[in-house]
């Protein structure tokens, strides 16, 4: 394990005191989880599986590596995750705590307690065996942000059907994608989506979907019904959630599974080829759901826990449904956007139901601090806030300047802000400050999790000392790590784990450097092909493929330029089959293929820029000069060396946005 120099960092703007009593309760506490993981790693990790879940069958092994980088822990192991979640809550008394208080786009609020949860889960449990799905079958859930979306996923757990949720703001096409990938029997969707006051009409979207082929498993397609507004139907195959759960008795045996039997698929994107399907494990994955809980959020039974983020995403599988119902917690749960009715909404929504720790997004710290500079109605400081003790943040660097506002403005100068680093592939928190540990520098993630070796190496694998920038990799496996990509082993071996760092190395993906002082880390961004835009991660590739098959490209790159809302934001270089258009028409095409891009993948991964040149820059071998487009992007005078391309003509054209 790497060596923590502990010294407190350079005085921040910001004194912001360390929580008290914290689950891990000051640096020497911290100290002694870190060194009982490198005393004995296998025996702190069995440790933490016994306190933090309720095993069906107690597990003998701990890690298996026989296969690396195929791991499997605890895996002669049984339990399950819904049991963990819903019935153990209630043997330890909690069935009448609010498990869910649900606020509505327009307002309108469910509190949902432990009891209720449980049956409704049952419900849907039992309901979904009868339509015949079992144990290892798939189901893709293309949900808004609801009650029902967290139902439908832990009634996939309770019997051990591996769920792939589908961000709702995905196309028709990408959600076939997934559909067909994961080979899945039964869809679970509403028939409208609400967000901001507008609908979005998903079943609609599954009808598209299916009807693309390839989708001859999906025997059910049930519905949720938000709206009520008109859909297609099909007999036999569609049935109303409400009316499939009414039909069930409200207990249902849960199917007890081995600890690394697929709790779920998420698909994500990477550098190259089309998303990957990223399975995680039920030990390892609820163990560390369940433990970052407490450590990183130091959840307390009298806690209101609120992340922004949406189950479509990792966040919001592990601090959503998983992590927050494991340890018996009471959340919000929100369907809307943080600007409707108004920009204040987060902070009302705070003010209304007394959150105490809000987890969300830099990008939407910093569009709220645009619209807060605009309008003092919606400022943070024009509510009561004082029920917050913690703040953190996930999925993009934050920069300083937006760190120090949320933590002054939001955070009223006393609530820790835990800046979180982690991934789809990670399960959880890998790198964050504790709140009773950490003296905290914005911008910087500070120290790894207990148990967590995470370190930054050069090209060759070697690692770099403090000071110096590299890439950063996790040296041990710890249990909730991706265990493989759906249906391609290889590319998750080759992808996590390349040979050019010895094959033994997690590469994360993200560049990175350590204080020379106190050890913290900052991350510096993606060191490969992915994109965060708005904290969604894209692959340029996923978006050039879907540019490049519209009938009027001839060829097309896309690169990131650095933001300051969205972190970053998507440039599109593109080459016709016809004539560079220009003017009118220029603005015309680029309209037309954002519009495809919608379509395509979906309105997040629509171009900001899209930018028409004759030809592609490239090498006189053929290679698109990627170094000087982000250059171009951002708008740079090009000083670089430009003798390598074959037609740097080219370049001067692409610099304007049409
Ligand atoms: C980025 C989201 C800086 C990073 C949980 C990572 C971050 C990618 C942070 C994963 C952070 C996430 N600071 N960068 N605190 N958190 N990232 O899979 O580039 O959607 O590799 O998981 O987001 O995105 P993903």
Redesign the pocket.
């Known amino acids: 394990m790497s060596t923590i120099d502990t010294a407190p960092p350079d005085s921040t703007a910001l004194q912001i005191p360390l929580a008290r009593n914290a689950s891990i309760d000051g640096m020497d506490a911290y100290r002694a989880l870190v060194t009982e993981a490198n005393q004995d790693y296998e025996a702190f990790w069995a440790r933490l599986a016994r306190e933090h879940l309720a095993w069906h069958r107690p597990f003998t092994k701990v890690l298996n590596d026989t296969d690396a980088p195929f791991y499997h822990w605890f895996e002669d192991g049984e339990l399950n995750a819904s049991y963990n979640c819903l019935d153990r809550n209630l043997i330890n008394g909690l069935a009448e705590k609010t498990a869910i208080v649900f606020e509505s786009d327009d307002g309108k609020l469910t509190h949902v307690t432990y009891q209720a949860l449980y049956h409704r889960v049952c419900r849907l449990a039992n309901a979904l065996r009868a339509r015949g799905v079992k144990k290892g079958d798939r189901v893709v859930i293309y949900m808004p942000m609801s009650v029902e979306g967290v139902v439908a996923m832990l009634a996939c757990a309770r019997i051990g059907a591996p769920h792939s949720v589908v961000f709702g703001g995905f196309s028709a096409k990408s959600l076939h994608e997934r559909i067909v990938d994961i080979g899945a029997c039964a869809v679970i969707t509403a028939d409208e989506q609400v967000r901001a006051g507008k609908t979005l009409p998903l079943k609609t979207i599954v009808d598209e979907a299916l009807a693309m082929g390839g989708a001859a498993g999906i025997k059910t397609v049930a519905i949720y019904r938000r709206t009520g507004g008109q859909i297609p139907w099909i007999n036999e195959r569609d049935k109303w959630l409400h009316e499939l759960e009414a039909a069930q008795p409200d207990t249902c045996e849960p199917e007890w599974v081995g600890a690394e039997h697929p709790l779920f698929v998420l698909y994500?994107s990477g550098s190259t080829g089309t998303p990957k399907g990223v399975q995680h494990s039920t030990g390892g994955y609820l163990l560390w759901a369940a433990a970052t809980m407490k450590w990183t959020f130091d959840i307390k039974p009298e806690d209101v826990f609120w992340c922004t983020a949406d189950i479509g995403?990792?966040?919001g599988h592990t601090y959503i449904c998983y992590g927050p119902t494991a340890v018996g917690a009471t959340q919000v749960i929100f369907e809307g956007v943080p600007t409707y009715p108004n920009a204040g909404r987060f902070w009302e929504m705070i003010q209304r139901h007394k959150v105490s720790i809000f987890y969300t997004a830099p990008t939407a710290i910093r569009s709220l601090i645009k619209s807060a500079d605009a309008n003092h109605a919606v400022h943070p400081d024009s509510f009561d806030l004082s029920s917050l003790r913690l703040l953190g943040?996930?999925?993009?660097?934050?920069n300083p300047s937006a760190w120090t506002w949320y933590a002054r403005h939001v955070g009223g100068g006393r609530c820790p802000v835990l800046?979180?680093?982690?991934?789809?592939?990670t399960g959880g928190h890998m790198i964050?400050p504790l709140p009773g540990v950490t003296p905290l520098v914005p911008g910087s993630?500070t120290l790894p999790m207990p148990g967590i070796d995470a370190a930054i190496v050069d090209e060759t694998g070697e690692e770099v000392p403090n000071g110096n920038g590299g890439v950063l990799v996790i040296r041990k496996p710890w249990p909730s790590m991706i265990r493989t990509i759906w249906g391609n082993p290889e590319r998750f071996r080759q992808g996590y784990f390349p040979g050019e760092l010895g094959g033994k190395l997690y590469l994360?993906?993200?560049g990175a450097i350590r204080d020379r002082d106190t050890g913290y880390f900052t991350?510096t961004?993606?060191i490969d092909d992915?994109l965060?835009v708005s904290?969604?991660?894209l692959g340029t590739m996923e978006i050039e493929s879907a540019l490049a098959a519209h009938p009027l490209v001839a060829e097309a790159a896309v690169v990131g330029r650095p933001d300051e809302t969205a972190g970053e934001a998507i440039v599109a270089f593109v080459v016709l089959k016809a004539e560079r258009p220009s003017g009118a028409d220029a603005k015309r095409v680029a309209d037309e293929l954002r519009a495809w891009v919608g379509k395509e993948i979906g309105p997040i991964a629509k171009p900001k820029d899209i930018r028409f040149g004759d030809a592609m820059p490239k090498t006189r071998s053929g290679k698109v000069v990627r170094r000087l487009l982000r250059s171009v992007a951002k708008g740079e005078v090009i000083s670089q060396d430009t003798s390598t391309v074959e037609n740097p003509a080219v370049i001067s054209q692409f610099a304007d946005a049409a």
């Open positions: 994500t995403w990792i966040t943040t996930v999925g993009e660097p934050i800046d979180t680093f982690w991934q789809t592939e964050s993630c994360a993906g993200d991350i961004g993606r992915v965060n904290g969604h991660r």
